[in-house]
């Protein structure tokens, strides 16, 4: 239709132009719905035609696009997100907060509160970071809650979750010369969200970044310290969030020495975080 009217348009000239236009409006408005559902199927068509990701060379859109379709899966069968909007927003205020502070603020990033009483915290790709509602209740101020999102962020920044995919299509024989169809990268996506085999340099490169974002963002960096002190102290074995490689003694003997004034900067009065966790509890 578009194809017959505007040649149309063109030789009736300008004295025409709105008189023909708002009659492709009016028709456009009653052809409406039909022409939805037709452009709807085009579009489920042109959607299930299987993408190939080059992992090495992944675009920052393609990433975002990977990030969506694994949130999708893992919400839909793998975690279930808290639906109190006020952890939501807060969690999601620290983050957009530490974000301009981090070595790659220009992707969307999408902060989410896990309902799960388990003190974890975990990042996949393209933005998404997810924070479990017991690490919530395990911290004692905001800074601590900060420094385990800017650590998450870390990862996202060092694009690591891209790495191991890579990695893992590798071992299971999946990656062509093309690259790595879509719906393998997803389920390998899920699977490493749920697994999170992050390596001792991965988790040290994390802490690194996190806590130069979280300085950067203004929040005394002591609530990274104390918070892994704490979780330390607990006993038992760490949560997975803090893998048992590098050991957490090391990491905070790494952290302590990367810091000259720990409580310069906000985030650490306990009250105020009580008041805004108060959902929590
Ligand atoms: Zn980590």
């Keep these: 239709m578009k194809q017959m009217i505007f040649p149309l348009i063109r030789q009736l000239g300008k004295r025409w132009h709105y008189a023909v236009l708002s009659l492709f409006v009016a028709v456009g408005l009653i052809l409406g719905s039909a022409q939805t559902a037709q452009s709807f199927s085009f579009f489920d068509l042109f959607r299930q035609g299987v993408q190939v990701f080059q992992l090495s060379n992944l675009s920052d859109e393609q990433e975002v696009k990977l990030g969506r379709q694994i949130n999708e899966q893992l919400v839909n069968n793998e975690i279930t997100l808290s639906r109190n909007q006020?952890?939501?927003?807060?969690v999601d205020g620290i983050g957009q907060r530490l974000v301009p502070h981090s070595d790659r603020a220009d992707i969307p990033y999408t902060f989410q509160v896990v309902k799960d009483d388990s003190v974890n915290a975990f990042a996949t790709m393209g933005g998404f970071v997810y924070i479990h509602t017991g690490?919530?209740?395990?911290?004692?101020n905001e800074s601590e809650l900060a420094s385990v999102v800017a650590h998450e962020i870390g990862h996202i920044t060092a694009r690591h979750a891209v790495q191991q995919m890579k990695q893992r299509a590798i071992a299971q024989g999946l990656l062509s010369a093309a690259g790595l169809d879509e719906s393998a990268a997803v389920q390998i996506g899920v699977e490493l969200a749920v697994s999170r085999p992050n390596s001792r340099e991965d988790e040290l490169e994390a802490d690194k970044k996190g806590l130069d974002t979280l300085t950067k963002a203004g929040y005394a960096p002591l609530g990274m310290i104390s918070f892994m002190e704490k979780l330390q102290q607990?006993?038992?074995?760490?949560?997975?969030?803090?893998?048992?490689?590098?050991?957490?003694?090391?990491?905070?003997e790494i952290l302590k020495a990367q810091i000259d004034n720990p409580r310069q900067g906000n985030g650490l009065n306990t009250?105020?975080?009580q008041r805004r966790t108060q959902a929590l509890r």
């Design 86 to 90: 006020q952890l939501n927003r807060y």
């Design 135 to 140: 690490l919530m209740a395990a911290a004692d």
């Design 234 to 252: 607990q006993g038992g074995s760490p949560p997975s969030f803090l893998s048992t490689h590098p050991a957490v003694s090391d990491r905070i």
């Design 271 to 273: 009250s105020i975080y």
